[in-house]
């Protein structure tokens, strides 16, 4: 994870989501992203251009936290953040 990304995410004005039991990390971020840029889900770009879906699936348990503090990424002009627990801060990339 670059620390310069984590920075400026956490720095600037966040959308925050967190799956629940019926939605995986993946869908929540998908979710996040749309939301923020004001679009249906269906529009954005595949997340699996941005990052593995099922590795983030298996990475992120919104019941625990294994350990695992956080990913960020880019994804459809957004830096994205999640953490271990699943919660996910979505802001429009600089």
């Known amino acids: 994870m670059s620390n310069d990304l984590a920075q400026r995410t956490s720095a600037l004005r966040t ?3 967190r799956p629940s ?3 995986t990390p993946v869908v929540a971020v998908v979710a996040a992203v ?5 679009t249906d889900p269906l ?3 595949p997340l699996g251009n941005a990052i593995d879906p099922e ?3 298996d990475l992120v348990d919104p019941e625990r936290s294994a ?6 990424f880019e994804y459809a002009g957004y830096d994205v953040v999640i953490t271990g627990t699943g919660d996910v801060r979505v802001n429009r990339s600089e």
Do not use: H, K, M, V
Not at 34 to 38: I, L
Not at 67 to 72: D, K, P, Q, R, W
């Open 15 to 17: 959308q925050t989501r």
């Open 34 to 38: 749309a939301d923020a840029a004001g």
């Open 55 to 57: 590795a983030l699936n």
């Open 43 to 45: 529009e954005l770009p």
């Open 67 to 72: 350990g695992l503090e956080s990913i960020a």
């Open 21 to 23: 039991r019926e939605t």
